[in-house]
């Protein structure tokens, strides 16, 4: 029975040194995985503020085209506002006026 007895004791000891080992390695496991977690956070971080660095650059140098579109815009509705043309020859100036203004939108539009 001593030797049954032994082997049982050298069991247990064996299975409690192996799970000592293995809270151990799961503990080393954790501060990897947080490590890790925090190195990808890190880059992310990176990675947001390079995009940020290029939307910001985008937006600034379509603000000029922007503010010329919103000039033509503002310039076409000028001429749509126009009073009612009751001639021909005020039918047609309007009409002449409103095609440049649309030309203009449309020539604002291509560039971009």
Do not use: C, P
Request: net charge neutral; glycine share 2%; charged share 40%.
């Amino acid at each position: 029975m001593d030797h049954f007895g032994d082997r049982v004791v050298t069991f247990l000891k064996n299975a409690a040194t192996n799970l000592e080992e293995l809270q151990v390695q799961t503990a080393l496991g954790k501060a990897e995985l947080s490590d890790k977690f925090e190195d990808i956070k890190k880059d992310a971080k990176k990675s947001v503020q390079h995009l940020k660095s290029e939307v910001n650059a985008f937006v600034d140098d379509r603000k000029e085209t922007y503010n010329h579109l919103k000039a033509k815009l503002e310039h076409l509705e000028l001429q749509l506002a126009l009073g009612k043309a009751d001639t021909m020859d005020e039918i047609r100036e309007q009409k002449k006026k409103l095609s440049h203004a649309i030309q203009d939108v449309k020539r604002v539009l291509a560039k971009d």
